[in-house]
């Protein structure tokens, strides 16, 4: 029994580190993420391992069933083997994009213990988030046990953003607002000039930024979204600079215009009624 409280033990140990690496490479340090890869993997090992445990404690062997065996020497089975059994037990309990990730975080891992590998950072960091979901979800499946109750206070906030995916993808949203912001820096100072980040009218996050490749110049980084009245725009007629929503569209032959007030007619209507 002592050989299952120390899987639990060793696998929430590797948890909580890769939960600190996952942090600090959200912090900025990129190489942490390649040191929570090895730990999430050792994490979600063990955490596979206790739960076979929990069904003998004799099948943590890779032959449980040789004349004698030594806890300490003897040699236990590995993740697939781990998943081969809960596969096994019940049939694709371990499957499609779950399996899928966690073959990608097996190949990562053994090239990083190797010293050869590369890692595209925002794709690890969904892969890494997608991957931990899916472990406690497997874990409240079966009751294994409750993780979050075992974290400790100062991870218990990354915990809970890597946990909730519409929480880990609005992380990442304002992360790369607070990028933009931070490379498009503006005058205080200056009350004529556009702002670079807003509220988004969509999903009402502090995500909508500046973006070149947006027709409306600005595109929010949580939902894409690229429309909003209260943007700033000016009138394809004169030039006048205002909100969007200040502006009517006009579609011809030649395309699309946004005109003001004045430029659309309806001042010179409006002064007729009158």
Known sequence: MSHKLDLLGNAMDSLEEAL??????????????????LHMAHFIELI????????HPL?????PFAAKIDPATAKTIGLWEAVNFINNEEKDAVAGDFRKDLEWLKKLRNDIEHHKFEMDVPTARIAIGRLFRSVLEFLDYYGVVDVEKRIPEETKAIFSVLSDEYQFKLHDALKTADEVEKANPTDPMDPEIDPVRMDCEECGNHTMVVNKESGTGYRCTFCDNEYGDELPANCTICGAHMTSGDL?????????????????GRYAADRDRG
């Open 48 to 55: 596979f391992k206790h739960h076979i445990t929990e069904k």
């Open 20 to 37: 600190k690496k996952f942090q600090e490479g959200d912090e900025g340090d990129h190489k942490a993420y390649k040191f929570c890869v």
């Open 59 to 63: 099948l943590i062997y890779a032959n």
């Open 248 to 264: 009517e569209t006009w579609s011809d032959e030649h395309g699309v215009e946004y005109r003001c007030y004045y430029c659309s």
